[in-house]
């Protein structure tokens, strides 16, 4: 490394210099969504839903309001027609679908009433329309909205890129005022802020390319951000550190460089394979929106550790001792303070610490079991965002449950007007229109229940000829082939759980009734996407506890360690679940970092955290230890080894979760509730860790375990080195 | 107490994948048939007034002379829909048979309402067209591309509830109230080809609403008649598919207002000629015999023009034929009145329709 130093840092400045150029672009791969499976039945719904009826596409929806006109009446129309007509001319509009057509589009009160617009462009990339339609409608007295998946993903891009340059500059200056403060100097401080910088920069680019031919989602920029700049400055302090250290001992450049790599180095290797592990195992998942967080994800982190254990050693090197100019201040750091006395006195009392603490966490934790998990929806955004306010405009004018209705997709091999099919659809209707969770029902054969089952069958017996125009356009709308699909529309909103509930109802009467139907939309895709998560949830978690288990008893040819460290993190981390369901779900603090609370968890929140969080404060673990071993190795007693590992880490781990504490608070700030919470669940998951597992809990068990730390089978004894 | 942490962290992953079981099962109740015997008796003049339920409509049809002495026929229709939670649907049909030109015109207009509860009073407007109470009777504008009707209409007689009642029972498809106005005196003006000429006569309206849509699966033929005696004869036939008679009433007025209700054994009515549509190709009958045994009355009932056929499926979805005919008996003139005939001409089987009507407001 020493010999190849300018070569290494010309190659990491083309990789920063060519990544400039790249991250501009990576708005444009972002994809909207990604909450969708093929397997899952809401998806398969869908796809039967267009094979009949044709690509639903990504409808939009301009939203018109008029506190004293009515949409009937000549003026409101004109009105809206002047408004809608240049549209037409944008060449990715493929058809404008008045209300004047439709009254399902006319509120019952008749102050509002929208078009659909549809769009010639891929629903995950139709948020890019949003703007275009919002610049060429046309002047209009009537109040105006743009609604739709499209315009809330079009504001959760425009406020993800806002987030995330306020978070960079928030976190950046405050990651370097703190690095300051732990080393001292310019130098020793620059380094990691120049890794953390260089790690999103570069993983960014590695991003963009990779996007050319996988799909990322909108919420994967900021995450992908937080993990680079966290682990780029955390393994940079790690090894600068650990270089001052070496220095200070009188090495030379060359051979402080040497045993840098190969000690912090090594453990870098080890704790951002365990941060690897599980980011990964987000890719278990059939959602783009986690798996390409997890793909995001593992390509930073990869980026991270190739910085700290090559960009580093070379800035390290062509520094040497001018590591440590430009000196501020002169921090207290090294070996000798008051850590080493703080493992003494935990490890004399180790039982009653570990049963406090660990009460102490268990209770941390507890919030955690009365969480209510539901995916978002628009009421994510701020009361200010446009598709937030359009999204309650319509809530408020056409019911909680039109916004997100559910579509049941039958299939009926007689064709869905004959009148058996009729009998059925009705007899479903009747079922859904009688339960108090439905406010609305619209089917072949819920037009309205004072139409007797005859008269459908009679209205339905000429289907291309249908009489009465009302039926006649339900029929045009509801029946196409042998498909048939219901829209049902919710008394509560979609995110509650009693839709969660009606949805199992209705698939529990189908199969009781022996229906080819398939339940979809909006609360039947939120039940499908949160079971699917939570299904595949315990297999994200067992590979993560099993690959990191393998990965610490590698590194610590140990049985029992890695085992009480994976222990010791799950503990750590539901006390951060718990933290966070009294704050996002139940509201504590929310003044205080100006959220609107949800009343649940974002479904996604959990697993995100758990897959990022338990590699990051498995960081510290992996630190502490290789100290412990060292000193274990280099012949100190149980008790002795654990107190030096912690005297030799404690000042740099203090510093190192400092940092990453830093950074994640920075993205607190963000107007997104879900990556408010990633900030804030990973700043509360790491002081924990740093604070209490690693100060407290971690001399306490080692304590009490005392020889059974070291116990490994004969075979993976002396297979491995050890760090040194 | 890390087992118990192992515990706890299992015993919430199976919260969460257990977060969405239905805890309340659908249930279907078996249907009731609904009692035409439960429904309140009409009540005029309030029932003149829009009400909540599926299906209504007021029927205007007359005979009318300028000062001149020329005849003109005209019908005018106003349909109200109610559908649960959907906006209040109109549509209107006008149509004007110039008997002595030999022209027979008609138009057709669609509005929708906001939905709810439907206003206390008669005024309604679809369009520019309207009907509308007015003391003592009824006002209707309608126009056609060249011309334009305005009437007062203000009955002479009582109405007359039609099945004794005023109710019918068309189960298992659904009810309905059905009454009428046979005689009204008709006054207004005429507006063709920038005159404007006071025309009079007599009308016929009929008011009929309902939980109902469509009944008979063959369609109906309809029947109004205003005798010379002072006498007045409205019959309704119901047909099935293969065109056998599912429901025949009538109503027989004398020269006062007292109704006298018929039942299908009481008259006969026989088609005597057919005509072809050149439109739609659809054929009808074009003439009548009608025979009321009990009362020694036989009526030749013949259209003043073949060609009265409605082209109504941008509005109402059908066509169908309505026109002004005349009433003889051994020759001599003893009558007028109106013929509506549905069912001749199945839409899937008619090319496609080329009218198309723009919506327009209610009020």
Redesign the interface.
Same mark, same amino acid.
């Given at each position: 490394m020493f010999r190849w130093r300018w070569l290494v840092i010309s190659l990491w400045l083309a990789a920063g210099v060519v990544g400039l150029f790249a991250v501009p672009q990576v708005g444009s791969i972002l994809r909207a969504g990604g909450f969708s499976a093929d397997g899952i039945e809401a998806e398969q719904a869908l796809a039967r839903y267009e094979a009949a009826f044709g690509d639903v596409g990504a409808p939009i929806q301009i939203v018109f309001h008029h506190d004293t006109l009515r949409a009937n009446e000549p003026e409101f129309v004109a009105q809206a027609m002047v408004a809608l007509a240049p549209l037409s001319n944008l060449p990715e509009v493929t058809a404008v679908l008045p209300f004047w057509d439709q009254p399902a589009q006319v509120s019952p009160s008749g102050s509002t009433a929208y078009a659909m617009v549809t769009v010639d462009i891929e629903p995950e990339f139709a948020h890019h329309i949003v703007p275009a339609l919002r610049e060429n409608l046309g002047p209009t007295d009537l109040d105006v909205h743009v609604a739709g998946a499209a315009v809330f993903y079009a504001d959760i891009q425009a406020l993800s890129e806002a987030d995330l340059q306020r978070s960079e500059a928030i976190g950046l200056p405050f990651a370097l005022i703190t690095l300051l403060l732990v080393f001292g100097s310019i130098p020793a401080a620059g380094i990691p802020v120049l890794a953390g910088g260089a790690s999103v920069v570069v993983g960014l680019a590695a991003i963009w390319g990779v996007g050319q031919f996988t799909s990322f989602s909108i919420f994967a920029l900021n995450v992908v951000t937080l993990v680079g700049l966290g682990l780029g400055a955390d393994y940079s302090l790690f090894l600068v550190s650990r270089f001052r250290e070496e220095l200070a001992d009188g090495r030379t450049t060359a051979e402080a460089v040497e045993r840098t790599v190969a000690t912090a180095g090594r453990a870098v290797v080890f704790s951002g394979l365990a941060v690897l592990t599980g980011l990964s195992s987000l890719m278990i998942f059939e959602f783009m929106m986690l798996r390409s967080i997890g793909v995001g994800g593992a390509i930073v982190v990869l980026i991270a550790m190739a910085a700290a254990t090559t960009f580093v050693p070379a800035m390290l090197a062509v520094l040497g001792p001018r590591v440590n100019a430009w000196r501020i201040w002169r921090p207290r750091l090294g070996p000798r303070n008051g850590w080493g006395r703080l493992a003494h006195a935990v490890m004399r009392r180790p039982v009653p610490v570990f049963l406090g603490v660990t009460t102490f966490l268990v209770v941390l934790g507890l919030p955690f079991l009365h969480v209510r998990i539901s995916a978002p929806d628009a009421s994510v955004l701020t009361t200010d965002a446009p598709s937030r306010q359009a999204f309650d405009l319509l809530r408020t004018e056409f019911g909680e449950g039109h916004v997100a209705p559910l579509f049941l997709v039958s299939v009926f091999p007689e064709g869905p007007l004959s009148a058996e099919a009729i009998a059925a659809q009705h007899r479903l209707g009747r079922a859904l229109k009688e339960d108090p969770r439905v406010a609305r029902v619209r089917g072949l054969a819920s037009v309205d229940d004072r139409i007797t089952l005859p008269q459908y069958q009679l209205l339905y017996r000429d289907a291309p000829a249908i009489g009465d125009p009302y039926v006649r356009a339900i029929a045009g709308t509801l029946a196409r082939g042998n498909t048939s699909v219901m829209i049902v529309e919710p008394s509560v909103a979609s995110i509650s759980p009693e839709v969660g509930e009606l949805v199992a109802a209705i698939r529990e009467y189908r199969d009781a009734e022996g229906l080819d139907l398939l339940v979809g939309g909006g609360g039947a895709g939120l039940t499908d996407f949160v079971d699917r998560l939570y299904t595949d949830f315990p297999k994200a978690v067992a590979i993560i506890l099993s690959v990191t288990f393998v990965v610490l008893a590698i590194l610590f040819r140990s049985i029992v360690l890695p085992l009480k460290a994976v222990l010791l993190n799950v503990l750590s981390l539901l006390a951060s679940f718990g933290a966070l369901v009294l704050v996002f779900q139940d509201g504590w603090l929310s003044n205080v970092l100006r959220f609107e609370p949800l009343g649940f968890i974002e479904a996604t929140l959990p697993i995100i955290l758990f897959a990022l969080l338990f590699g990051l404060s498995m960081d510290y673990e992996v630190f502490l230890l290789s100290r412990v071993k060292e000193a274990y190795d280099e012949g100190h007693s149980n008790t002795d080894s654990v107190a030096i590992g912690l005297e030799r880490s404690g000042s740099v781990i203090t510093s190192a979760a400092l940092v990453v504490i830093v950074v994640c608070l920075a993205f607190v700030t963000a107007d997104i509730v879900l990556i408010k919470a990633v900030g804030l669940g990973a700043a509360i998951a790491v002081f924990v860790d740093a604070a209490i597992v690693r100060s407290l809990l971690v001399p306490a068990t080692m304590r009490l375990l005392g020889r059974w730390n070291w116990w490994a089978p004969r075979w993976m004894s002396g297979t491995h080195r050890g760090l040194r | 107490?890390?087992v118990?942490?192992?515990l706890?962290?299992a015993?919430?992953?199976w919260?969460?994948?257990g977060?969405?079981?239905?805890?309340?099962?659908?249930?279907?109740?078996p249907?009731k048939p609904?009692d035409v015997a439960t429904l309140p008796p009409i009540s005029l003049p309030r029932d003149d007034a829009p009400h909540d339920?599926?299906t209504e409509w007021w029927y205007v049809t007359g005979h009318l002379q300028t000062e001149e002495g020329h005849p003109l026929g005209f019908e005018f229709v106003v349909f109200e829909?109610m559908?649960?939670?959907?906006?209040t649907?109109y549509?209107a049909h006008f149509a004007i048979t110039d008997i002595g030109q030999g022209e027979f015109t008609y138009a057709e207009r669609?509005?929708?309402?906001?939905?709810?509860p439907p206003p206390a009073e008669l005024n309604l407007c679809v369009s520019e067209w309207s009907i509308r109470r007015i003391p003592g009777g009824f006002s209707i504008v309608a126009s056609l591309p060249e011309a334009a009707l305005q009437l007062e209409l203000l009955p002479t007689k009582p109405a007359v509830l039609h099945n004794e009642t005023g109710v019918l029972d068309f189960s298992?498809?659904?009810w309905s109230y059905y009454y009428s106005y046979p005689r009204v005196d008709a006054r207004g003006v005429w507006l063709k080809e920038g005159l404007t000429r006071p025309v009079q006569g007599t009308a016929w309206i009929d008011h009929q609403w309902g939980?109902?849509?469509?009944v008979g699966?063959g369609g109906w033929d309809w029947f109004s008649v205003q005798l010379a005696d002072g006498r007045d004869f409205t019959a309704s036939v119901v047909r099935d598919d293969a065109d056998n008679i599912v429901m025949q009433y009538g109503t027989l007025v004398d020269e006062v207002g007292a109704p006298r209700h018929l039942t299908a054994r009481e008259f006969s009515i026989q088609p005597t000629e057919a005509w072809s549509s050149p439109h739609t190709g659809a054929t009808y009958p074009s003439g009548w015999r009608i025979e009321i045994p009990g009362e020694a009355l036989r009526m030749n009932v013949q259209p003043f023009l073949k060609d009265q056929e409605l082209d109504t499926r941008a509005?109402?979805?059908?066509v169908y034929w309505e026109g002004a005919v005349e009433v003889t008996d051994q020759a001599q003139r003893i009558g007028h009145g109106y013929v509506e005939l549905t069912g001749y001409a199945?839409? +899937?089987?008619l090319p496609p329709a080329t009218n198309t009507v723009a919506?327009?407001? +209610?009020c």
């Open positions: - | 107490m890390v118990r942490a192992a706890w962290m015993m919430s992953l919260l969460l994948a977060c969405a079981d239905a805890a309340q099962p659908l249930r279907v109740d249907a609904f339920n599926l829909s559908r649960e939670g959907a906006p649907g549509a669609t509005a929708t309402g906001p939905s709810g298992p498809f659904g939980d109902f849509i469509s699966t509005s109402t979805g059908v199945p839409v +899937s089987q919506p327009g407001g +209610s």
